[in-house]
């Protein structure tokens, strides 16, 4: 069972951007738990805390896209622990070393994220990988997220498994946590839109069927959802 309620705030990047201190404020108030953030807000992680501290939040997720991770794992890492966070995720797999033309790069990407993800357990850390659509690719025979998946070692790499987008990529996620049992903790719970663009939507407003997914949150091992 969810004890917490997470929220990704770059879902509010706008609102941060104008004034973090009213946004966050605001989610505590709406009867948010947690947050997921890439930056630590506040100028420096003692002012982070005191005012999460304040309003009632914890900042249990967060990380950087790959070149992030690959430039400053230890940083990330270290912010990680001041903070109280459990989690530190790859949010975006390209980076100067790892693009969409590079051979293999879906194996090559697994391998980087197995010395990621253990590097953070030596630190008491759980690692995970949060995907898009672009794991998904229409008509070849083995998709990228399954290349991870099968590349990559349990003991260090998650997934934090981003529902809205794996349905953008024409995948269900049920198959997904039914396939790769334990390997979902963490969840994006975002909806879809009924419409052309398959665009964004509240979550209850949309097609996704959360009665379906929630359902198997045990065998996905789910822990942690963040809206």
């Not at 990407?109 to 690692?127: D, M, P, R, Y």
């Not at 070849?140 to 998650?158: G, I, M, R, S, W």
Request: hydrophobic letters at 40%; charged letters at 25%.
């Amino acid at each position: 069972s969810i004890s917490e309620i997470g929220l990704q705030v770059y879902t509010i990047r706008d609102q941060i951007a104008e004034d973090w201190q009213a946004a966050l404020r605001r989610v505590a108030e709406v009867g948010y738990d947690a947050i997921e953030s890439g930056a630590l807000y506040g100028g420096d992680i003692n002012s982070h805390l005191d005012f999460l501290k304040e309003v009632g939040l914890k900042n249990i997720s967060g990380g950087g896209g790959m070149a992030d991770l690959e430039s400053g794992l230890e940083k990330i890492i270290d912010d990680s622990l001041a903070v109280g966070r459990k989690y530190v995720v790859c949010f975006w797999p390209w980076s100067e070393t790892f693009t969409a033309e590079t051979p293999d790069v879906w194996q090559k990407i697994a391998a980087q994220l197995n010395l990621f993800g253990e590097a953070c357990q030596k630190n008491g850390l759980v690692f995970a990988y949060h995907n898009h659509d672009l794991e998904f690719v229409q008509g070849e025979e083995k998709q990228p997220y399954d290349v991870l998946l099968q590349n990559t070692d349990p003991a260090f790499v998650n997934m934090e498994i981003d529902l809205y987008w794996m349905r953008k990529g024409g995948k269900e996620p049920t198959d997904y946590l039914q396939k790769y049992p334990g390997r979902f903790p963490l969840w994006h719970v975002k909806d879809m839109a009924d419409d052309a663009d398959q665009s964004f939507a509240c979550v209850g407003d949309g097609i996704i069927d959360f009665a379906a997914l929630f359902s198997l949150a045990e065998i996905a091992g789910l822990q942690h959802i963040f809206v």
